[in-house]
């Protein structure tokens, strides 16, 4: 398996960070309670500042352990795409989301550490 | 007193900073010496001792006179360069700074849309993410410094080399000093505070202050070839440092238009603004004019305001490519004087009509940049 560059896990947080900002305004105009709406709010904010984290620091630590945190990345943002593409409920995009955060969040926090 | 008169240097072999042998000396004469007294002796007596002190002259800086010209044309291309490149990274510092306001005026507006009546409140962008972009503003800053610190460098190589040594020796020897000093100053802050170039040191100024025209002109000569050496070493590192940090910049340039976009089109869903700031530029761009009324048109037209609001987003995609462009335009700035430096150390001429076409071209997005942020660039033009 190819290992991915710190450019690579900058690209993948950044663009997980871009499509939940821009899909924020049709969540929200989609939530019904004000839980919902934290939800989606805290979202965007967690993977925010997690391209903001990234930004600053160099992802370039290596080990199998952030490979899995790469690859987890990616597919936490496939699922999202795939749940909006599908029509899926406000709830299960919002929890999808999440995923997303766990693992951008996990990958930060591992890339960035002294090898 | 001695008069010294300049004449041509004549030489074999180029310009090169290595030493050349006295013995082996192909200079056949620096200065023609004059008759002149001192104290009743006739100079011409002590013209054993110029001889030797003009091998040893040789020995120190090579025979060539020092590449005033091509120094102040390098050092003046590399001032517009880093001006500019300074410019662009600090308005990138800027936007982050001041994201908070957009930020915090479009999740409130996205808030208020929700069907969820209590979730309309003033949202203000959480103080850690605050903190987060201020913190990488700072960061960002320090791009900047260094960029302004080589271009600090490239100011002290210019005093340098504006200096006439032949023909202003006696009021300016404390100028080339404090210039070569100065340029040490500003090398070394490039370089951790670590100097690249010992000052001049005293015995050498003192030598100066006796007229050796000649000594001063290859000190010069040695100064401004060390120096171009040094400065290129600093542009290497921080083109190096740049190019390692493109990624980030990129997404830094997005993630700002992002922002900014996503704000203009609160502006445009509201009406706040007229449609005419998008719809007038399209119409020049198509080479059509607008009927009389077209404004009101818009408004009543749902899909009149829907394919403006696309034209929004196109827009702010050309805006990003621009403000990418200007990254990578200032690092091939960079290059193209790094290319400069080699040409001054290998044939003592420089050409730096690449490194004018890149600053021009990154100088008027800037200015373009800046028109439509309603401010003045501040690159040097």
New interface residues.
Partial sequence: MPSSSANDRLTVIYKAYKSAFARRADDLKQATTTEQIQAVMNNVDALEGSYLDAARKSLDATGPDIEACYQAAQSATAAVDKAYAQGKALAERITAVSAVVSAVGSLVTKAAAVA | MLRMVPLPCKCRGGISDAPTPASHSTCVSAHRILPARIGGFRVMSIRPFLCLALGAMAALGGCAAAPRAPATTLAEAGLKATGSFSTEVRNLATQLREADAADSFT?TW??C????A??CAP?VT?E??SI??N??AD?VDLRANAIDQLGAAYSALKQEAAYDQSTDLQGATKSAIDSANSFGQAAASLNGGKRFIPAVPGEVGALLDFGFGVLGDRLQRKRILRANREIAQAVLQLRNGMQNEL??FL??T??LV?KRT?ARLVFYDAQLTSPMTVMTPLADQLDVTLVPGAESMIANSPALRTALRATMEANSRVEVLEAQGRYRAGIAGLDALLRQHRELETKGGVTVGDVERIIDQLNASLAKYATKQGDKPNAQQ
Avoid at chain 2, 113 to 116: A, G
């Fill in positions: 999740r996205e808030l849309q929700s069907p969820v209590e979730a949202s959480p850690r993410l987060q972009r913190g990488l960061v990624e980030v997404t830094l997005d993630y992002g996503a």
